[in-house]
Every structure is written in C-alpha cells, then in structure tokens.
C-alpha cells in the first residue's frame, strides 16, 4: 500500500510539472487532470481494480493515461473535445498495456479542467484480441 501511494504521489508530482504556462489561459491546450476512486480494468479474464488515475491530454491531441492499480497500466492515444459538451473528452486508446497494444476507444468526463469524474473505454489488444474494458468513477 505504501508503494502505491508514493506511485501516486509521485505521478501527481510529475504531472504537475508538466504543467506549463498555458495552466494561466482561459481555454488550456495541454490539460493534466487525475482522481482517486474506484475503477475496474478488465483484460480478457483478468481484472484489476483500480484506484487512481492520471491522464495527461496534449496540445495536438496525444493522450496518455495512467492507471494506478497492484500495477501502474501506461497506455496512449489521442483526444478530442466532445461538440455537445465542453466537459466530455473523446478518447482513442491505440497504445501501451500490452506488448503489441491496444486499440479501445471511449470517454472521459472532467469536473472543471483539472479533476476527472468519470472515465469509460472498451475495446481489444492488437495481438491476443482479448476484449478489454475500463471504468472508473472519481469520488466524491
């Protein structure tokens, strides 16, 4: 348990740094968003459930995810803002979690800029084509 808290700790310290001079603009490019919670991670069989996650979404669109569990998932893609919702990002998992990678797609749903609420995504590895589904709910 205490490594996993100073995993936590430690990814909020990075992620924080990334954190650039476009935190001060109205409408960021880059946004670092993380919560803690409850979540489950389903791969094919197996599930992991997960208590913290941080997602780092880029100016260009490039997307990472970290999802903090028994063990730390890393997996990458990209974002866009939903049209209907300033608060809805669209996510496109095609990277990372396993060694060919993963194509899934989904959702995340912000609380003002910096805070997740929710996140949800489904989709299969490239190479065991194992179904793979995430959900998470921040608490409150």
């Keep these: ?9 430690l990814c909020m310290l990075l992620s924080l740094l990334t ?16 919560a803690n919670g409850n979540g489950v991670l389903k791969l094919g ?5 997960v208590t913290s996650v941080i997602i780092k979404l880029f100016e260009g669109g490039r997307a990472e ?3 903090i569990s028994e063990i730390t998932v890393f997996v990458s893609g990209t ?5 209907n919702d300033r608060k809805v990002i669209n996510l496109k998992i095609t990277g990372g979690a396993t060694g ?3 194509e899934a797609s989904g959702d995340l749903r912000l609380r003002g800029e910096k805070q997740i609420e ?5 989709g299969e590895s490239k190479t065991s084509h194992r179904v793979i589904s995430f959900n998470f709910q921040a608490a409150d």
């Design 1 to 9: 348990m205490r490594v996993i808290k100073k995993m936590v700790a």
């Design 19 to 34: 954190i650039g001079v476009q935190a001060l603009q109205k409408e960021p490019k880059s946004i670092v968003a993380h």
């Design 45 to 49: 069989d197996e599930e992991f459930k």
């Design 65 to 67: 995810l970290n999802l």
């Design 79 to 83: 974002w866009e803002r939903a049209e």
């Design 100 to 102: 060919g990678g993963v």
């Design 118 to 122: 929710r996140v949800s995504l489904q």
